[in-house]
């Protein structure tokens, strides 16, 4: 059985109870279970067989990658699926009600409201989120390749930082670097910072920002590679840093060590978010780490579950999680430290090779 159909096997049995047959209409979610990328598409999904339903555009490529579901061209979509719901005797449709607008709602109800009652509960997201948050090795394999190619482009970068190079100049040389090495695109918008701007966690580079002697430079990415994500940070110095900037340094890799070595399954979120704060916070950092310690990453860049501290989460074997304190100081300068892990029934596989010494880099 090919991996996306048993991902829908798996789905159909989580919810026999509550339906007959679900849509599946988001392009993350539909190319986790068909395997294949594409900008739409439709896919309805009965206990006996699977349907997807795409447009001209697409059909070529769907009939020679989907395999495990009867490939239909799109005409009239209201009509084909109203053939199929009446063929399988469906009487309820769950729909995806968390990435589903309300007005897309109301109009499938009222085109559908003949044939079958529409389930707009968050049953089959949830059912969905709980298919992708437990990662196969198959998903990690991808996963893992892309941390490669981020981390290729890290050693690329050492090489290249120096004062008077922009913020702009950073991110665009980590693109590039990576789609040479095979990413698909950026996992997310790239952060590259210098100086005092690093204490902006999610500051955006600009031109007008060079790096000068003595500056933090933070840079945080990530590769893609058949549409599974990687996620790293790291602050590197480019000449002395001065011994504020070392004593908070080793602060946020204290605080990032101390919750590797504490993660694994069975740990709560809320657990493993607090080992890492209180080493910030006995520092006397507390209030400059304002943010979640993790959050999972898989076809996503942001996943259930996450480590934070109001999260409720239970973390599970197949997790894919961040591990990324921080301590910002405006004004000044910011650090954070961000490696991802596969959650393990004993500890975690750390995805991250790339060192997390302070590297001080020559001006």
Avoid: W
Avoid at 42 to 48: I, N, R
Avoid at 216 to 245: E, I, N, Q, W
Wanted: glycine letters at 8%; aromatic letters at 6%.
């Amino acid at each position: 059985m090919l991996e996306e159909e048993k991902r829908i096997s798996d789905l159909m049995v989580q919810m026999k109870s509550y339906c007959d047959a679900v849509l599946i209409q988001s392009d993350t979610n539909r190319r986790y279970f068909t395997g294949m990328l594409s900008s739409a598409g439709t896919l309805l999904c009965f206990p006996e067989e699977s349907y997807l339903i795409i447009d001209f555009r697409y059909i070529e490529k769907a009939r020679q990658v989907v395999q495990h579901c009867t490939v239909i061209e799109q005409h009239e979509l209201t009509k084909q699926l109203t053939d199929l719901l009446k063929q399988h005797h469906a009487k309820t449709l769950s729909v995806e009600a968390m990435t589903m607008t309300l007005s897309e709602y109301h109009k499938l109800k009222r085109e559908l409201r003949n044939v079958v009652e529409l389930d707009d509960s968050d049953k089959l997201s949830r059912a969905i989120y709980h298919c992708r948050t437990v990662k196969s090795e198959a998903e990690i394999k991808k996963i893992r390749a892309a941390q490669r190619i981020a981390e290729a482009a890290f050693q690329d970068i050492l090489t290249y930082l120096r004062p008077g190079i922009s913020e702009r100049d950073v991110m665009m040389r980590l693109n590039d670097t990576m789609q040479r090495f095979g990413s698909e695109g950026e996992s997310f918008p790239t952060i590259a910072l210098t100086g005092a701007a690093t204490s902006m966690p999610h500051g955006v580079p600009t031109t007008e920002r060079l790096i000068q002697e003595g500056d933090f430079v933070l840079m945080d990415y990530g590769a893609m590679v058949d549409g599974y994500h990687s996620d790293m940070t790291r602050t590197v110095c480019v000449g002395r840093p001065s011994d504020k900037m070392r004593q908070i340094y080793e602060t946020v890799l204290a605080a990032q060590t101390a919750a590797l070595q504490a993660v694994k399954a069975g740990i709560t979120g809320r657990a493993l978010d607090k080992i890492a704060r209180d080493v910030i916070t006995d520092a006397g950092y507390g209030d400059a780490f304002g943010h979640s310690l993790g959050h999972g990453v898989g076809m996503e860049i942001h996943e259930y579950p996450n480590a934070s501290p109001g999260s409720k989460a239970t973390l599970e074997s197949g997790n894919v999680v961040t591990i990324e304190p921080g301590i910002y100081l405006p004004g000044e300068f910011g650090v954070r430290i961000e490696d991802f892990v596969v959650i393990r029934e004993e500890g975690c596989e750390n995805l991250t090779l790339a060192p997390k010494e302070l590297l001080v880099l020559e001006g």
